[in-house]
């Protein structure tokens, strides 16, 4: 997989390079078509129905460090795994540089509050908000997580983002691996690349990087999971037992009333989400 700058206004664009002609997959809620463990996008391409999966952590990485428009060249259906966070995606973005073009960034700003929920007894939603703030509460009946924090609070901005989510391991259950690889699924899966979960508690034997690592990998995937967007947005995300499905049915509802958020930039004002100052321009 390779990054390549792109030029203002082109997005975040993902292309299957190992087809002819490249496919391309520019970043929208709509070209999420399955959302089963990670998000995947799809496109029609000269009549086959291509796929790439589990963009959610390199999508979050991208909307940590700020970056609106990228080639992301890839050779295969999947994203690296790497080690199961956005730390490496993070690191490797920043040791190349980011580069500040001419244009002003532009941001989602939600005007109206707006909510979506499932029969499982998720929900997540939208609501006006000077900044961009994730509330995120998980439950699991399981003891790995009966010492570990179910909520968390992030005001982002690309530092807190950095040292609070980017680290944050996704996460699974042993008894669930034979069951996934019969459909295809978690083929790649290890406890280097991500927190495995028996039936005492967790497998890995280093344990948790930190003590609320769950709930703060599921806002490192609503950060990713969000950013399909494209553009980052201006207002309160606040969820409860949500996923990659419940996080894309919220964007995509909120495309669908237009009276519920504006684009806005901001030539001469600074604007409510900060990024890092410590990117290489």
């Known amino acids: 997989m390779t990054l390549r700058p792109a030029p203002v206004d082109t997005g975040i664009v993902f292309r299957r390079i190992d087809v002819?002609?490249?496919?391309?997959?520019?970043?929208?809620?709509?070209?999420?078509g399955e959302t089963t463990l990670c998000t995947t996008i799809v496109c029609q391409h000269q009549g086959v129905l291509l796929k790439i999966a589990t963009i959610e952590h390199l999508m979050s990485a991208l909307a940590g460090v700020g970056i609106d428009n990228v080639f992301i060249d890839i050779t295969s259906d999947e994203v690296p795994i790497m080690d199961g966070s956005a730390s490496h995606f993070v690191f490797l973005l920043q040791a190349a540089g980011i580069k500040v073009q001419e244009a002003p960034k532009q941001f989602?700003?939600?005007?109206?509050?707006l909510r979506v929920e499932n029969e499982q007894g998720g929900w997540a939603e939208f609501l006006p908000f000077e900044g961009y703030r994730l509330n995120f509460s998980i439950a699991f009946s399981h003891p790995a997580f009966e010492n570990t924090a179910e909520k968390m609070v992030l005001d982002f901005s690309a530092t807190s983002y950095f040292k609070e989510v980017s680290r944050a391991r996704t996460f699974g259950f042993m008894k669930d691996m034979d069951m996934l690889r019969a459909k295809n699924l978690g083929l790649g899966a290890s406890l280097k690349n991500a927190i495995g979960l028996g039936d005492e508690g967790v497998v890995n034997a280093e344990g948790l990087r930190d003590k609320d690592e769950f709930v703060r990998h599921k806002i490192l995937d609503a950060v990713g999971d969000l950013y399909m967007l494209g553009h980052p947005v201006i207002g309160e995300f606040n969820a409860h037992k949500s996923g990659h499905a419940l996080n894309?049915?919220?964007i995509r509802a909120l495309l669908n009333q237009p009276e519920c958020y504006e684009l806005v930039s901001f030539r001469e004002q600074t604007p409510p989400v900060n990024y890092s100052s410590t990117l290489v321009v």
């Open 20 to 32: 002819e002609p490249a496919a391309e997959f520019k970043v929208s809620p709509q070209i999420v």
């Open 108 to 113: 989602v700003r939600i005007l109206k509050p």
């Open 248 to 250: 894309n049915q919220l």
